[in-house]
């Protein structure tokens, strides 16, 4: 019993870092260009689908983890610049064509992929004995992927002269402007990483969920979670956040159903909202 | 704040009270000229439309993106079964108990929704709908939907008007009556926009800081606003419980209010009528479309994003820019 418990306790940890990865996606998007990302969801979906569509032309998966983060950076850009740019002045009217991007994304991989889900296998297929079970490598390589990642973005963000227009952008947008700093470039790249980071998480996530046209619906309300109970635009509390909620499912999926467990984070995170909208890592508001 | 959805609906035309009864005379003459399908599906457009502008009431003139419409119109079909199957309710004690359940939900989502801002109110609704749709469907919690978890109604509901009694078997019978009870939320909900109260929620929405000033409270008048709609929505679920005889737990998925959110803004959502305009275009576009091609909503995607980019105020808007710009060129 107890090793079901670590068992499930480390699934939750792997899978909440996962859900960081997609989840800071839609933190920066919506600090930087204030957009809640409803497609965000199926930004992942789609790079479960992508990964899936590269093993069965290549064979390659690990090709999907270069392939598919480009691809998303170019659709990321492509859809700031052709479909959000237009209306960025309503926070709304955004919201309302993320939901248009989201319908669009699920029916069309509905159509192309089909609608019944598929697996992946395990692309290690090596297990390890953790206590008395086995444990699949590949989860604690999703783990590694998805920590190198994040860390990769924040070093981005904190040590290279875009990142640096991205925080001063996030932090007071006429001032940037002002001083200089190319706005609607940080625009686009912001959504164009914000999506690719999604579709990476997709990538790494893929051989451990099924792949289905219907993932971005389980996905977003955990990426919404994280982001919420970290604090809007708050980074490093909405990966902290995303961690510690899986591992609380997780462990709570030991001794309940797994509906309950949602429950309870639910429940959390309202309370969350009306209490402390700023997240609970906040220090103070900006 | 930031929300400046176009109102359409406010510009008295010259022309609106005789369009008026040339819809009631065709509406009226429509069973004798067409067969059973279309009856039920001209009447099931009314519904879906009446749901579709109980999201226009809580966006277009509240300033509320709800996600939670599914929710009532769920608690409004489960109302509706359960007050038959439970209490032995006749359709018009049915339909006020599913009015009643709509409302008895949304009495605290509304009020903890209010509390919240733009972009956290969307959230809020979105995730008690996710909350209440996996509690209801969780294994737990299935008794609540009693018998009537995936199951129709088992008999045929009767109207009782007084002296006489009407079989819903009858399909006529049921369209006068689907329409009747749709033009009247409708007119209430007309009365409702037009009031004082509805040009407070215009004043609030258009500019929250000023409204506030002004010595409105805009928490309670988002509230009673939120409940009105939820009674809405209750309501045309209590008409679709009636006319389907059938209802499923996944109404009360916030995909359904996402439906609503698509044919609100399609028909402009910033008016009352632009939501039945948008669910007809919806629904006949569905029904012709669905025959050739299965994923269809793709292309309502494209048209929501054409119709945000373009023509924020929706097809009403349109219609209405068009009817001004012929009227002034005649004038």
């Known amino acids: 019993m107890s090793d079901l418990v670590v068992i499930l306790v480390m699934n939750g ?152 227009w991205m925080r001063a952008v996030r932090q007071d947008r006429e001032t940037a402007v002002a001083l200089g700093v190319p706005a609607n470039r940080v625009f686009i790249m912001t959504f164009a990483i914000g999506t690719a980071l999604a579709m990476l998480g997709g990538v790494v996530a893929a051989p451990i969920t099924t792949v289905d046209f219907r993932l971005g619906l389980d996905v977003l309300p955990l990426c919404f979670m994280a982001v919420i109970i970290g604090g809007l635009g708050n980074l490093p509390g909405t990966a902290a956040a995303a961690t510690l909620l899986a591992v609380m499912e997780g462990f709570i999926i030991s001794f309940a159903e797994p509906t309950t467990a949602r429950i309870i984070s639910l429940l959390l995170m309202c309370v969350v909202l009306l209490v402390r909208p700023q997240g609970i890592f906040a220090r103070r508001a900006k | 704040m930031t929300g400046k959805t176009p109102i359409a609906g406010n510009i008295p035309l010259k022309g609106s009270r005789t369009s008026l009864v040339c819809l009631a005379v065709i509406l009226t003459a429509m069973p004798m000229l067409v067969g059973d399908f279309l009856r039920v599906f001209i009447a099931e457009i009314f519904i879906w439309g009446l749901f579709a502008m109980s999201f226009a009431m809580v966006y277009g003139y509240g300033g509320m993106l709800s996600f939670a419409q599914a929710v009532f119109f769920g608690a409004g079909c489960y109302g509706f079964n359960l007050g038959t199957f439970y209490f032995h309710f006749g359709t018009w004690g049915a339909i006020l108990s599913a009015v009643a359940a709509a409302l008895l939900f949304s009495v605290p989502v509304g009020f903890l929704a209010t509390r919240v801002k733009q972009h956290h109110f969307l959230l809020v609704t979105v995730i008690v709908s996710v909350l209440i749709t996996t509690t209801l469907s969780s294994g737990h919690w299935r008794w609540i939907a009693g018998p009537f978890v995936t199951r129709s109604l088992t008999f045929v509901p009767e109207l009782s008007l007084g002296l006489v009694t009407l079989s819903f078997i009858d399909t006529t019978v049921t369209y006068y009556f689907t329409i009747a009870m749709v033009a009247l939320a409708f007119g209430l909900a007309w009365l409702m926009v037009h009031s004082p109260f509805g040009s407070a929620l215009i004043a609030i929405r258009d500019n929250e800081r000023r409204a506030q000033l002004v010595g409105l409270n805009v928490n309670t008048l988002r509230w009673m606003m939120f409940i009105a709609a939820a009674g809405v929505a209750g309501y045309s679920g209590a008409l679709y419980a009636l006319l389907a005889r059938y209802t499923s737990l996944s109404f009360w998925d916030w995909t359904y209010s996402g439906q609503a959110v698509v044919m609100a803004i399609i028909g402009g959502a910033g008016s009352l009528v632009g939501p039945f305009l948008g669910t007809a275009f919806y629904m006949i576009v569905t029904e012709h479309l669905s025959r050739y091609f299965q994923q269809f909503i793709i292309i309502f995607g494209v048209i929501m994003l054409i119709i945000i980019r373009y023509a924020p105020e929706g097809l009403w808007g349109l219609i209405l820019r068009g009817y001004k710009t012929v009227a002034g060129v005649r004038a």
Request: net charge neutral; charged share 10%.
């Open chain 1, 13 to 164: 940890f792997v899978w909440g870092l996962i859900v960081a990865l997609i989840a800071l996606g839609l933190s920066i998007i919506f600090g930087l260009l204030d957009i809640i990302n409803v497609a965000h969801g199926d930004f992942f979906m789609v790079g479960t689908v992508l990964a899936w569509t590269i093993i069965l032309v290549t064979g390659n998966f690990w090709l999907a983890f270069l392939v598919v983060p480009l691809l998303g950076f170019a659709i990321g850009a492509f859809l700031e610049r052709w479909v959000m740019r237009p209306i960025e002045n309503s926070a709304e009217l955004s919201i309302v064509a993320t939901f248009g991007l989201s319908l669009i994304f699920q029916e069309v991989v509905r159509a192309t992929f089909g609608a019944t889900p598929k697996r992946i296998l395990d692309p290690i297929g090596i297990t390890i004995p953790i206590l008395s079970l086995d444990y699949q490598v590949y989860r604690l390589f999703a783990a590694a992927v998805s920590v190198i990642a994040m860390a990769a973005f924040f070093l981005f963000l904190h040590k290279t002269k875009f990142g640096t």
